[in-house]
Structures are given as structure tokens and as C-alpha cells.
């Protein structure tokens, strides 16, 4: 069968200087997910470009139209650069789009944007509150959660009763067991408290689900309380109040994917990301200086919480 002019030309460029982009890594950008799920969505056939089923290796150049999931893209007809949100959950919310029960879902909060959507970096249980971070990047999604990047987590953690000095030698050292497997804190430190409650601060470098309160049952202690202030780099600014949604700016932005690996090293990039230095580990007794953050951070927008 003769080509059409169109064919002739992709393949020309396709196998010369002009390769185009591959074709996970154009649906990653657009914010559908990471590489190696946007590959296992082609393998699948879940995906076409041009109207034919695509394949692993494909690339696509600027034009052509890519459908997945009843939704399509046109490459290069918009860029539309990541953005990153960082929302204070309260008690109460759910982390999900979509809830059979109508609960209040964190997605709520959220501004509405067209040509993307927004991806949670991490999840917190109904009962769970603190830092929750929306990106529109599935790469960057996906170098912040996958577990071999050991993206360190921080909370502060209130417990009915105190841990005994060997119930912490077990969580820094020796571990806790779960049904799941093995877990260990890279850092816990005693907060003190009043009567029953007693407040600690941990470190751990994974998100399995309910983690720290599972932990802590296995001990025999209930968690009466538990708030996320720091993920990765990025710590909860005490200005941002339980509801409240900060946006980024794109200097921000850029830093954050620079420091995950997604962006140009040599390109300078400046503004006061709300970020802990890599070198910066918890002090005790010293609270206010682990959830403070830069003045310069961008664009707030306060949302009310529902009734």
C-alpha cells in the first residue's frame, strides 16, 4: 500500500534528526500518570495515536492526536507547565475524586483547570490531616511516591500513653512487623505532653497505607491524633490554615523539579520555596523551627470549608 505524503514525512523525520517525543513520556507531562504506567496503559492497547493502536518505542511529533481514556491530546498544540498545589487537609475529608458515599473529598477544594488534572503525591486517611501535595505532573508524581526514590515523611503524632525506651530502640532499629512487612523510623523523637496524650515526631521513608497508626496498634497504643507537616523537601507553612490551598509560583516549581531530577541542572532558577535543606534533620524541642517556612512563597487561596 502506497503512503500518504503525511506518513512519509513522520517517518522521514521520525528516522532522522527530528525523532519527536516518545509517546509515555508526552502522556506523563500531560499529567496522566508516570512513564512506566503510561507504558503499561500502550501495552494494553489502551491507547492510540492517529487513530491507530499505539505501540511501546512509539514517538509522536507535533499534531498528531493521541486518545486515552475517552479524553485526547494534540501534541504541541499546548504546553501546559506543571503546577504544584499544596492544600492543609482537615479531619474529616477523603482523598479520593470520586466517593460512593458523598463524603467531602480534598478534590473539592481544588481549583478546576481544563486539559489536565490534579494528581495527590501521597494519601492521608479520613482521620489523618496535614500537608498533601497536588501536582499536574506524573513524573513528578511519581519520583516523590514510588518507593525506591525513599522520599522521606514527617508527623507529629499524639498517642494515649508513652513509648517505652524499648518499644523505641524497636522502631529506630530492630523494626515493628506488620501484616505487610517490616517497618522502621528513621527518626523519633519525645514531644512530651500532658496527662494520657503524649506527642512525639517521626521520620519514615515510605507511604504504605495507615502506616504509623498501624504501627502503633501493633505496640498497643492508640493514636489520638496524627498531622503530616513535611513531605520530602517540602514542609507545611504555618500560614497555611486547615482548608487552605498555596499555589506554587513557577520559579518555585522549577526548584521542586529540579531537586526530584526533572529539570535542568544548568538552568538558574531562584525564589523561596517553603523547602528543608537536604543537610536539615529535626532538632528537639524545637517545633516552630521544623514547620517554618520562607515568607516568599507565591499565591494563597483561601478556601472555605464546607458546612
Known amino acids: ?9 513522520k517517518e522521514e523525520l521520525c528516522g532522522g534528526t527530528l525523532r519527536g517525543e516518545k509517546l509515555q513520556k508526552v502522556m506523563a507531562q500531560s499529567g496522566f500518570g508516570s512513564r512506566r504506567m503510561m507504558e503499561e496503559w500502550i501495552a494494553s492497547g489502551r491507547v492510540s495515536v492517529n487513530g491507530e493502536l499505539a505501540t511501546l518505542g512509539m514517538r509522536v511529533l507535533n499534531g498528531d492526536i493521541i486518545k ?12 501546559h507547565p506543571a503546577r504544584i498545589l499544596l492544600y492543609h487537609k482537615p479531619d474529616g475529608e477523603i482523598v479520593s475524586c470520586d466517593d460512593p458515599g458523598k463524603r467531602a473529598t480534598v478534590f473539592d477544594k481544588l481549583p478546576k483547570i481544563r486539559g489536565q488534572k490534579w494528581i495527590a503525591i501521597g494519601r492521608l486517611d479520613i482521620n489523618t490531616s496535614g500537608l498533601l501535595i497536588f501536582t499536574t505532573s506524573g513524573e513528578l508524581a511519581n519520583c516523590l511516591m514510588h518507593p525506591r526514590f525513599e522520599v522521606e515523611r514527617e508527623y507529629a503524632v499524639r498517642l494515649q500513653g508513652t ?11 530492630q523494626g515493628v512487623a506488620l501484616t505487610d512487612g517490616l517497618i522502621k523510623y528513621e527518626i523519633l523523637q519525645d514531644e512530651g505532653g500532658e496527662g494520657l496524650n503524649h506527642w512525639y515526631r517521626l521520620i519514615l521513608k515510605e507511604g ?17 491524633r496524627l498531622m503530616r507537616v513535611r513531605f520530602g523537601v517540602i514542609k507545611l507553612p504555618p500560614r497555611l490554615k486547615r482548608g487552605m490551598v498555596l499555589e506554587l ?12 531530577g526533572l529539570a ?17 534533620r529535626y532538632k528537639p524541642n524545637d517545633s516552630n523551627r521544623s514547620l ?3 515568607q516568599g512563597v507565591a499565591k494563597r487561596m483561601h478556601i472555605k470549608q464546607k458546612k
Open 1 to 9: 500500500m502506497r503512503k500518504s505524503a503525511k506518513e512519509s514525512i
Open 249 to 260: 509560583n513557577e520559579s518555585e516549581v522549577a526548584h521542586l523539579m529540579r531537586w526530584a
Open 68 to 79: 486515552v481514556n475517552r479524553q485526547v491530546i494534540c501534541v504541541g498544540k499546548k504546553y
Open 163 to 173: 513509648l517505652t525506651d524499648e518499644q523505641i530502640n524497636q522502631l529506630l532499629k
Open 292 to 294: 517554618r517556612a520562607s
Open 264 to 280: 535542568d541542572d544548568n538552568k538558574e532558577l531562584s525564589g523561596n520555596l517553603p523547602i528543608a535543606r537536604e543537610t536539615d
Open 208 to 224: 504504605r497505607n495507615r502506616v504509623v497508626r498501624r504501627t502503633f496498634e501493633a505496640l498497643g497504643l492508640t493514636v489520638s
